[in-house]
């Protein structure tokens, strides 16, 4: 009777565990066994590489503190941009526990992670995500090295991949800052850029193209380079250097054009029959003279006057003025110190009409 009774009560305590087990999620003795958790550290050797550089991804896997052999794990990416995890490839971990990846060569920011899916007694876990910057370059080939102010100049160049499809700035420096111009140049498909843009003031102007950077490239700029603006100076607007029987004026009529600027030589600036000039500094900056001449429209009828243009003493043109005709003279004043706007003896007041020589400076 006894026996009977405890194989009962066996039975029962049976029944009893086994309800416990399914209750809390258990199919059995077996399944009821608690995996040991892993932890996956990673670090990468460079956070940062230059262009079409790769570098190392390390990571260590772990359980309980005790580095963990012989197990796979695998490195995926995902560059900015991508929302999905891309398996790069995959390893053994050795007898640290520790795994070593290679980036290949990204070509734009990529992230990356190791993933161990668990294996036998041994949970599966995920590394934290490490961000590999690869730094981009802005190469200039061609440009525009000379260039009228107002007029636009142009820029060409290539870049590293990861700046395909972007857009670049102009940068011009200005008293040792760079300051952003408001032309933004496009880079193609292909990595190639080719645009225009114009500068205002004259002289040496430093010039860099920028990107600014965004999620996937950091900011970056191109070397600088130095672009020659020329920029037409009204001889009016400087210092004569020698001046005989001449003066200046605004709003002077001339064959019937009203000049806004005016340098009268000879006859009637005091009285009529004599020469005159009026001479100015090119310091060698000069490439152009441009400018009209004739009689002031206040001469008298069937007034003449023989006119010259000379640079260093050696004219550049003359001719005859006549009242009623403004001539355009277009000279090529290259290499000059100075230049000299006059008239022969027995010539008549004679204008010269918004005079003015491009330089790549003030002269």
């Excluded at 003795?29 to 550290?41: E, Q, R, V, W």
């Excluded at 041994?122 to 440009?143: D, E, M, R």
């Excluded at 080719?194 to 205002?200: H, T, V």
């Excluded at 023989?306 to 003025?321: E, H």
């Amino acid at each position: 009777m006894k026996l009977i009774f405890r194989r009962r009560w066996q039975l029962v305590l049976a029944s009893s565990a086994a309800a416990l087990a399914l209750l809390l999620g258990g199919a059995g003795p077996a399944a009821a066994a608690t995996k040991a958790p892993t932890t996956l550290g990673i670090y990468l050797s460079q956070s940062t590489v230059a262009p079409n550089k790769s570098t190392t991804v390390v990571g260590a896997l772990r359980s309980y503190g005790a580095p963990v052999r012989g197990q796979t794990v695998q490195l995926e990416m995902r560059p900015a941009g991508q929302s999905t995890w891309t398996l790069k490839s995959k390893a053994q971990t050795n007898s640290e526990g520790k795994v070593a990846f290679n980036t290949g060569v990204p070509v734009r920011n990529t992230s990356f992670r190791i993933v161990y899916t668990g294996a036998g007694s041994l949970a599966g876990s995920t590394s934290l995500v490490k961000l590999l910057t690869v730094n981009q370059t802005i190469t200039i080939g061609s440009f525009g090295a000379n260039v009228q102010a107002g007029q636009k100049t142009w820029v060409s160049g290539w870049t590293t991949p990861g700046l395909r499809n972007k857009t670049l700035s102009v940068q011009i420096q200005r008293d040792g800052s760079w300051m952003d111009n408001s032309a933004t140049i496009a880079v193609g498909a292909d990595g190639r850029f080719s645009g225009r843009f114009a500068l205002n003031e004259g002289g040496a102007q430093n010039i860099r193209l920028r990107f600014s950077g965004d999620s996937s490239a950091p900011a970056t700029v191109s070397g600088a380079k130095t672009v020659t603006v020329y920029k037409w100076y009204y001889l009016n607007d400087l210092e004569w250097v020698d001046v005989d029987d001449s003066h200046t004026s605004t709003w002077t009529s001339i064959g019937g054009t009203s000049f806004q600027r005016v340098i009268k030589t000879g006859g009637s600036t005091s009285w009529g029959g004599y020469a005159g000039w009026a001479e100015y500094n090119l310091s060698y900056k000069c490439t152009s003279f441009l400018g009209y001449v004739g009689i002031l429209d206040s001469a008298a009828s069937g007034s003449t006057s023989n006119f010259f243009v000379s640079v260093d003493g050696l004219d550049r043109a003359n001719g005859t003025a006549s009242l009623g005709q403004a001539q355009r003279l277009e000279l090529d004043v290259s290499g000059g110190f100075r230049i000299r706007l006059g008239i022969t003896s027995n010539g008549q007041s004679t204008g010269w009409g918004n005079a003015k020589v491009l330089c790549s400076n003030q002269p």
